[in-house]
């Protein structure tokens, strides 16, 4: 089954709103697709034929310029109406459950409102014709040079952020007119994270809300785990995070939302990683500060024969892009100055993975400092790095300095990761495929204050006692009926495969039992620790870049990670799934429960 082109590729159950009626809808057309059942010892396991899609039309490279600096979403001094604990229903909010710790982080918090709405002037590349997306824009004084505003929030400093839901409810073709945003990886109320199940329109609202609704108030607290033990509002010091995203959550329809362009950056400051590289505290480290931090959005898109986005929502293997957007551009120019940036690198998929390179016109290799990896800073800098790997919904965060070079010097950035098909990466090639072309073109007007620390922030504290004590539960990632499960089950939002006391800890096994897939598993709320790595029953090193505070856990085809997490400071319920959004739309997702 297949969607025949790009308006017409909904394959969207119109009178079945409820998400069990749209969970055997996207099962039965699984069912569908699969060939016969192949038997694999005493796992049953069906080969679904894979789709191959003619290829986009080609475009020509470095047409597009991207602006020299982003400008992150001013905050509007009041709400009408005004935000309230318990939802506001009769004035229109969607029915979600009553903000958790709201005396506590209400006063004073700073406002924004932001809409979920269509525009049809998005430009990929002057190859293709002005098109439709769907974008996340300040109801006032939208940034149109992005398909979605950047946030720029601080520690310390709790915001509401109304979000409204502007999209067209006559809606035709992939994507669905429903939003439930989530915040990747705030530590937040699980009424504020964007659980699937909570989406809402002015039509629809998700088995999880109680009404519909134009809109929904987020509180995010902005506070860092573990406040509630420490008896603050300040939390673990060594559990900030700094690159975050939010990005449509919206059950079964997760990866098209997304791929209409649902999603957008989210910085979130402290005293340490402060965003002022002139910052006197002599405890900031000084990182390269705006204009000269700069955020780069990578996914994975491909058009039909007319140079219009295509997307088959149906069937269980989904659409691998073979165009590789930059923060909404096919093959864009980036000019720099000639002093340090950091670049927030970040991949929202819905499928392709990346291994990132920089280069000159002959492709040789440059070198950068790795600072961070999925928001969290590494204890120290890796130095001297060539490449940086990115699973989708992984961030890093790179510091390049263009210092060294001449103006009027050429790099590119090239993505070496081949890959085929949705369900994995194939292999690392050069010198690979240039999806950003960077020009350095003038010095900067000030003196570059910016440093980059021998040490940056410290990683929490696990001892052995907690590692020895804490409960295991082991979670097995496979193919089932066509679709994607984990333990045998397909997604349910209103049952808790889980249910953990606050303040609880445990060691989560991610085990991947096949061979013919990659699974970026994302656990919602708190980062964890990778303990170990396991392939094909032996323990390996752990990478590096992994050895920190992750929320993406890439398991690798016969792999099975062990993973320490912790559970603080709120209750409700928050997903685990696969962040390939393929595999979350076709099920591979459960809720578990802080209780």
Known sequence: ???????????????????????????????????????????????????????????????????????????????????????????????????????????????????????????????????????????????????????????????????????????????TPEISTHLHNLHCGSESDGFPGDYYSPNKHGPTLSANGRFKDH?????????????????DPTEALGTLFYHDHTLDFTAPNLYLGLAGFYYLFDELDSGNEADPNPSALRLPSHPYDYPLNFNDRRFDANGRLFYDQVNPEGVLGDKVAVNGRIEPVLRVAARKYRFRLLNTGPSRFYNFALVSPTNVLQKFTHISNDGNLFPAPLLNQTNVTLGVAER?????????????????????????????????????????????????????????PATLRPLPLITQAEISSAPVRRWIFERDKGMWAINGKFVDVNSPRAQIPKGGYEIWELSNVNDGWSHPIHIHFEEGRILQKIVKGVSVPIPVHERGRKDVFVVEPLTTLRVFLRFRDYKG???????????????????????
């Not at 607290?221 to 509002?233: C, I, P, T, W, Y």
């Open 1 to 175: 089954m297949k969607c025949p082109d790009s308006e017409h590729a909904t394959g969207r159950p119109e009178d079945l709103a409820d998400g069990e009626g749209r969970r055997k809808f996207l099962k039965l057309t699984a069912a569908t697709m699969a060939a016969p059942l192949l038997m694999t010892g005493t796992r049953v396991q069906s080969a679904t034929v894979v789709p191959v899609f003619p290829p986009s039309p080609p475009t020509v490279p470095w047409a597009h310029e991207l602006p020299k600096q982003v400008n992150p979403l001013g905050t509007v001094s009041s709400l009408s109406p005004a935000p309230t604990e318990a939802a506001n229903i009769a004035a229109g909010e969607a029915g979600r459950s009553p903000h958790q710790r709201w005396a506590q982080f209400r006063p004073g918090a700073l406002l924004y409102e932001i809409s979920a709405t269509e525009r049809n002037d998005w430009v990929y590349s002057p190859s293709y014709p002005p098109q439709r997306i769907w974008g996340y824009q300040a109801n006032s004084n939208p940034d149109w040079t992005m398909p979605s505003a950047t946030f720029f929030a601080r520690y310390g400093r709790p915001l509401i952020c109304r979000i409204h839901n502007k999209l067209p409810q006559n809606h035709v073709g992939f994507g």
């Open 219 to 235: 509180l995010y607290s902005n506070v860092k785990a573990g406040f509630e033990a420490r008896q603050d509002l300040l939390g």
């Open 396 to 452: 890093a965060d790179i510091v390049v300095d263009f210092s060294k070079y001449v103006i009027g010097t050429q790099l590119y950035l090239v993505n070496r990761m081949r890959q085929v098909e949705t369900r994995r990466p194939k292999d690392i090639k050069e010198p690979g495929d240039r999806v950003l072309k960077i020009i350095v073109d003038r010095y900067p007007p000030a003196q570059d204050l910016s440093r980059v």
């Open 573 to 595: 319920k928050y997903p685990m799934h696969c962040h390939n959004l393929i595999h979350e739309d076709h099920a591979m997702m459960l809720r578990w429960d802080i209780v």
